[in-house]
């Protein structure tokens, strides 16, 4: 098996994750049965609460499709309590794959 650390957006914080990982425990099993879903198929670094993509989901029925915007507003949110990111593109690129096949496989 391999290590692999794993950054999780939950609806009020950021948590650091380290999952074990083998043929018979991928990842993306692994981060589904916590409730997660991961941006990645193979080796996820960031998985976001299935909750936090269905109320996106949600609100894009209403709005226009804006990730970028969603992810800024995201980043604001968590580093104003405590919780910096990397960065601000690379969340937005790894959110927004989370997202894609979220809706494609929900």
């Excluded at 894009?60 to 104003?80: G, K, S, Y």
């Excluded at 405590?82 to 794959?97: A, E, H, I, V």
Aim: charged share 15%; net charge positive.
């Amino acid at each position: 098996g391999r290590s692999l650390h794993v950054t999780c957006i939950l609806f009020d914080r950021v948590e650091q994750i380290v999952l074990r990982t083998c043929a018979c425990a991928s990842a993306p099993s692994q981060l589904m049965a916590m409730g997660l879903f991961g941006c990645a198929p193979i080796a996820p670094s960031l998985a976001v609460d299935l909750r936090l993509l269905q109320f996106m989901k949600t609100l894009f029925v209403r709005l226009t499709p804006n990730t970028t915007a969603w992810c800024e507003a995201l980043a604001v949110f968590l580093q104003e309590r405590g919780y910096g990111l990397t960065t601000q593109d690379n969340l937005r690129r790894r959110f927004s794959n989370a997202y894609q096949w979220y809706i494609v496989l929900v």
